[in-house]
């Protein structure tokens, strides 16, 4: 049980394009899901906790409005990164709180790893 | 900024034992001590957790002093298959996780 998977696996864009990550709670519903960034030999950072039906919260210097983030149902949260640029280029990783559990517990998804040309 | 302090690798013949430590001597009374661990290019995967009793669990052990400043995780029979960064993590129930630089556990034949 607790399995959280993310979609696509791996993405290559062209710059100035958007690209959308899906994150998803397989078998538990996730009132509270989390996204982090990693650049390579670096740990992860987190960038927001998304909350269902309502808006995410952001940590700071992370950009609302370039990483757009949508928890619309209890099993889904999707991160959209707009007009990427090869800065992006990175590692993005979700994970997820069963709805009991609070913030107790989160399980991980694969990550998805984002290439910008 | 992270609560820990971990040495930021360590090496480990296979079969023997892994003890890696963790430093976090500002624990508060209602945080909790967490290790995750993230095998290259994956999500990181939970290992064990506690307050203030020992813990075992079928993939380690976690070993936290009496005035919970410092803790061990031990991995009892390490295999290649261990290698990868190792998280400790402290935080209240409610907090959010949030990661350190971690050690990089290197398991050699």
């Known amino acids: 049980g607790a399995v959280v998977s993310q979609h696509p696996s791996w993405v290559i864009c062209k710059s100035g394009t958007s690209v959308k990550i899906e994150c998803r709670s397989l078998d538990f519903q996730a009132t509270t899901m989390f996204w982090y960034r990693q650049f390579p030999k670096q740990s992860l950072m987190l960038m927001a906790t998304?909350?269902?039906?309502?808006?995410?919260?952001?940590e700071q210097g992370v950009e609302k409005d370039k990483f757009l983030i949508n928890h619309a149902s209890l099993t889904l949260s999707t991160l959209t990164v707009t007009s990427a640029h090869p800065e992006d280029s990175s590692f993005y990783i979700c994970?997820?709180?069963?709805?009991?559990?609070?913030?107790?517990?989160?399980?991980f998804g694969p990550g998805t790893r984002l290439t910008v040309l | 900024d992270a609560k820990t302090t971990q040495p930021p690798s360590m090496d480990c013949a296979e079969g023997r034992a892994a003890n890696l430590p963790c430093n976090h001597s500002?624990?508060?009374?209602?945080?909790?001590v967490y290790w995750y661990r993230q095998i290259h290019s994956q999500g990181p995967q939970y290992i064990i957790h506690?307050?203030?009793n020992n813990e075992t669990n079928e993939m380690a052990s976690l070993i936290i002093t009496e005035d919970r400043k410092s803790s061990t995780l031990i991995l009892p029979h390490a295999t290649l298959r261990d290698t990868a960064v190792y998280y400790c993590?402290?935080?209240?129930?409610?907090?959010?996780?949030?990661f350190g630089t971690g050690t990089r556990l290197q398991v050699f034949p």
């Open positions: 994970s997820a709180s069963p709805r009991t559990s609070g913030y107790n517990e989160q399980f």
């Open positions: 998304s909350n269902e039906g309502s808006k995410a919260t952001y």
């Open positions: 500002t624990i508060s009374g209602n945080e909790y």
């Open positions: 993590i402290v935080r209240a129930p409610t907090d959010k996780l949030i």
């Open positions: 506690g307050l203030k």
